[in-house]
């Protein structure tokens, strides 16, 4: 098989939460323990850093590999789902695997494929580990795909971990309440590794204070370490000041990633980075000012607030739950636009009529979804969306929708596409 056969094999054969939703998900780790000792044990050949969250942990996964990166280690990175392509997953030093790595490892493990029934996702977590423990990386940032627990990225013991905020998604998987999905994400504290927490609530706080007790992890409020004092846009960046605690001096970060929900990840991204110095990496402070800067061009990482053209202006972001959308609206309240166009697409698992409450009645709708069974049909979207007097057409996929709105729109008005990930990956 070439690399394009050996992709549509994977899509096909495996079974990818993606596409198909729950019925993907294997409940516990026994397939990734399997598959990996049959290739060794390649999570045990490298440092890494985990990363779990609601919200956020892509961000604060990519930012971590840009510093890490700039700094001189060799960083790999591994992240989920794909927007265009599936080898965005894993990367080292920001340069994807190489397509024939892809074909020659899924030919090796085709008779473990048959033998243990693994989910795409499983499979993937083997071949990340076995390519970064292959090319010898000092360190991998590993974003867990869901949950945490029971999430296959679990098997690795880190040098850190990090947990970004907590929100309600995937609830019918990890937990009706705060709490619950907390104790999910929570699931990665090991034993004596220290522990970064991005955000907490009254309801999460407790879980992780317990949880980092009984394995004895020294616990790190981002909150505690570092505050931002002023943020503004200047140039299609976001320019954040920051104090860390007990310092008299502030610090100026430029960010490429300009969403102001950013300003929350770069304290988590700047309490881990705190964390990794006191372990002994040398990571300077003129380093991580410059990759912050350049996280997209040194990660690859897209979908977040994303700029991609101008006259109208086109926003790309791939929020799709409650907390994410409202992060969205959030950046709308701030954002200078005489007409808002909203493209939105969503799943069915998620929590339809929360998100679409958010949204601003004042906008015009186009309703479509991405191309995969579990897509919310474009007339099912709409129907919801009317409820909230929220009005629009429906358009068969997200290209012909964003044909139709740039045509539509004014120079100086504001299209937005969201609401899924598959949704913006698909935008051409």
Known sequence: MNYQQTVDYLYTRLPMFSRIG???????LTNTIKLCHELGDPHTRFRSIHVAGTNGKGSVSHMLAAVL??????TAL????????FRERIRID????PEQRVVEFVKRAAPLIDAIEPSFFELTVAMAFEYFADEQVEIAVIETGLGGRLDSTNIITPELSVIT?????????????LAEIAGEKAGIIKQHVPVVIGETTPETLPVF??????KVAPLLLAGDKFRATEWFWENHELVVNVEEAHHNDAQRYHLDLSGIYQVKNL???LTALSALREKGWQIEQAVIREALKHVRRLTGLHGRWEHISEHPSVILDVAHNEDGMRQIVEQLEVTTYHQLHIILGMVQDKSIDAVVALLPANATYYFTQAALPRALPA??????ASKYNLEGKIYANVNEALTTARAAAHADDLILVCGSVFLVGEVR
């Open 78 to 85: 591994y992240t989920s789902p794909h927007l265009h392509d």
């Open 267 to 269: 304290l988590t991204v």
């Open 165 to 177: 905020q907590i929100g309600l998604d995937h609830q019918y998987l990890l937990g009706n309440t």
């Open 94 to 97: 920001g340069e994807m695997i």
């Open 209 to 214: 204070l317990q949880q980092a007790t009984e």
């Open 22 to 28: 729950a019925a993907a998900l294997k409940p516990d």
């Open 69 to 74: 990166q700039k700094a001189g280690y060799r």
């Open 379 to 384: 007339g099912e979207l709409q129907a919801i």
